[in-house]
Nanobody, 126 residues
């Protein structure tokens, strides 16, 4: 199984970007997927996760109302739509996956995920 993240770039504050996380191998709809980010000099932090079945989505408070996670099962891809971007959203964004059904709180932890894609850099200028 491999994950391929893409879609990063440079945007002005208030702008939008859409990140993609494409999977090969295991059917993506059967796993939990998350986006996490790491800003320069900071710890990696949870951004959003989508559960197997897509019913439940969990957002970090810092992105709630601005970011939206979605899954296209036909394309085996998970998307992160980012709107109203702020300079503090600048980071390397990585997607990761976890099978089975970890508890909700565990989905917010980077250690929960066992397969990671390479990161894609998002830079938001003020």
């Amino acid at each position: 199984v491999q994950l391929q993240a893409s879609g990063g770039g440079m945007v002005q504050a208030g702008g939008s970007l859409r990140l993609s996380c494409a999977a090969s191998g295991r059917i993506f709809s059967l796993v939990n997927v998350a986006w996490l980010r790491q800003a320069p000099g900071k710890e990696r932090e949870f951004v959003v996760a989508i559960r197997t079945g897509d019913t439940y989505k969990y957002y970090a408070d810092s992105v709630k109302g601005r970011f939206t996670i979605s899954r296209d099962r036909a394309k085996n891809t998970v998307y992160l739509e980012m709107n109203s971007l702020k300079p503090e959203d600048t980071a390397v964004y990585s997607c990761a996956r976890k099978e089975n059904r970890p508890i909700s709180s565990a989905l917010r932890l980077a250690v929960t995920y066992d397969i990671w894609g390479q990161g894609t850099l998002v830079t938001v200028s003020s």
